[in-house]
C-alpha cells in the first residue's frame, strides 16, 4: 500500500515587501472569508484580520508620503502583528491538511496559501494531534529515532516532554513516561503551541527533538 503524502504549506510571501505583503493577506482574508463552512475554528477572528491589514497599509502610506520620524518603526511593528496571523492561519491551515490529506490541495485553494512541498510521509520523531477534548492534544514519539546518552536502544527509557506557548521563549516541562505517548491537557486555545520530546537512559538525557506546532482549539 503506497504511504499517503503529506502537503506542506507556506504563506509564500516575502514579509518584508510589504506591497505584497498587504496584497497577499487581503487574498488569504478574502477567500478564508468566503470558506467560513471549512474554516470553523480559525485561531483569528477575521474581522480582525482585516482591521490588521487596514492599519498595515494605512501606516505604509505614512512611510512611502511623508517620511515622517518614527513611521517605518510604527509601520514595521504593524507589519510583524499582520504576519504573526498569517503564521497562525498557516498553522491552523495545516492542522486540517494533515487530518485530510485527500483534501489539502483543496483546503490549501480555500484559505489563499501556498503549497511548498508535497512529499511520501515518513515517520516523525514527535507528531501532534489535537483530540475532541479542547485544550488537550495527543503526541507521539518514534522510539527508533531518539537517541539517549546511552546511544543505544536502552530497556530502562523514559520519555520526557514539554511545550511553549511563546515560540520557544519558555519552556513548561511535563512528566516523564515509560510509553511514547502522551495527552496534555489544559493547552490554552486558539493559540500555537510547540512541542518537543527527549529520551533519557541510566547514561542520561539526549537532545530535544524539533519543536512540532499545532493550533489549540
Known sequence: MTAPHRT???IGIDKHDIP???AGARNVHTRTTANVATFTALPIAMPLFLQQITDLDASQLVVTSTKAKGSAADRDHKRDIVWSSLELI???AQS??????EQAATIAEQCG???SAVGAHTKEILSAALTTTPGKVQLRANASLLVASGKGVAKARIYLWRYTTDGGKTFISVDGTPVTEVEISGLPVMTTVGFQVCAKDADGQGEWSQTVNIVVH
Do not use: I, N
Open 96 to 101: 486540517l491538511c494533515d487530518a485530510s490529506p
Open 90 to 92: 498557516e498553522a491552523y
Open 20 to 22: 505584497a505583503l498587504l
Open 113 to 115: 496559501l501556498k503549497v
Open 8 to 10: 506542506r504549506l507556506a
